[in-house]
């Protein structure tokens, strides 16, 4: 079946410091990575999509200049969330897919921000 | 726009049958999913409709009415391991390629 890493699967960093998080599809091509935030006992929330070689679609309400996505392969996407606070410690999600196929899930990474 | 309603919580007891029900009002609409999410790890995918009707896999069932924006689980024989997080999520078309829009997910305590 098709996988989805991340990495890191749990970070904590310093309130003002940049975090980035890296999303690898191993068996397929990811033609399209979306990410996701989870807040505690929320839903998942679209933050962006992104397709291969083009610039991220950002979600109303998502800053793109603090939440940078870079898609630059077909195999790879990252968030860079810069400046973070402690109102970004969240679960992020990515996931992705290939033309024909449904969206793949990561295991997400936990952000603590102190 | 998009929009999803399910149940915030249910309890069922090990064994029985339960029933998760998932209205949805989705511009552009495609299909539904359906998601287990335990506490803390990425959602799981169970089961995808696109066609009005029920789809069996297993102890797992999903049923979709595309006029009445509805679907439902349906979970058999429940074990103690079904106690998770089920996620509805419609899929439509946005941003160049099909979006997933969730909702806000129904908690299931099964109990002995």
């Known amino acids: 079946g098709a996988v989805v890493s991340q990495h890191p699967s749990w970070v904590i960093c310093k309130s003002g410091t940049s975090v980035k998080i890296e999303c690898r599809s191993l068996?397929?091509?990811?033609?399209?990575m979306f990410w996701y935030r989870q807040f505690p006992k929320q839903s998942l929330m679209l933050m962006a999509t992104?397709?291969?070689?083009?610039?991220?679609?950002?979600e109303q309400g998502v800053e793109k200049d603090k939440f940078l996505i870079n898609h630059a392969s077909l195999t790879l996407s990252t968030l860079t969330v810069t400046s973070a606070h402690p109102e970004d410690s969240s679960f992020y999600i990515c996931?992705?897919?290939?033309?024909?196929?449904?969206?793949?899930f990561g295991p997400g990474t936990r952000l603590t921000v102190t | 726009g998009q929009n999803i309603d399910q149940p915030t919580e249910m309890t069922a007891t090990e064994g029985a049958i339960v029933q998760i029900n998932c209205t949805y009002q989705?511009?552009?609409?495609?299909?539904l999913f359906w998601y287990q999410q335990h506490a803390g790890e990425a959602p799981t995918f169970l089961s995808y409709?696109?066609?009005?009707g029920l789809e069996e896999k297993g102890r797992f069932s999903s049923f979709l009415s595309r006029s009445k924006g509805y679907s439902y689980l349906l979970l058999k024989e429940l074990q103690m391991k079904d106690s998770a997080s089920y996620l509805c999520?419609?899929?439509?078309?946005?941003?160049?390629?099909?979006?997933?829009?969730f909702g806000k997910g129904t908690k299931l305590s099964v109990i002995p």
């Open positions: 409709n696109v066609l009005d």
């Open positions: 992104s397709n291969e070689g083009s610039k991220a679609t950002y």
């Open positions: 996931s992705a897919r290939d033309i024909d196929t449904e969206q793949y």
């Open positions: 989705t511009s552009g609409f495609n299909g």
């Open positions: 068996d397929f091509q990811a033609t399209t």
């Open positions: 999520a419609s899929e439509y078309s946005g941003a160049g390629s099909y979006q997933l829009t």
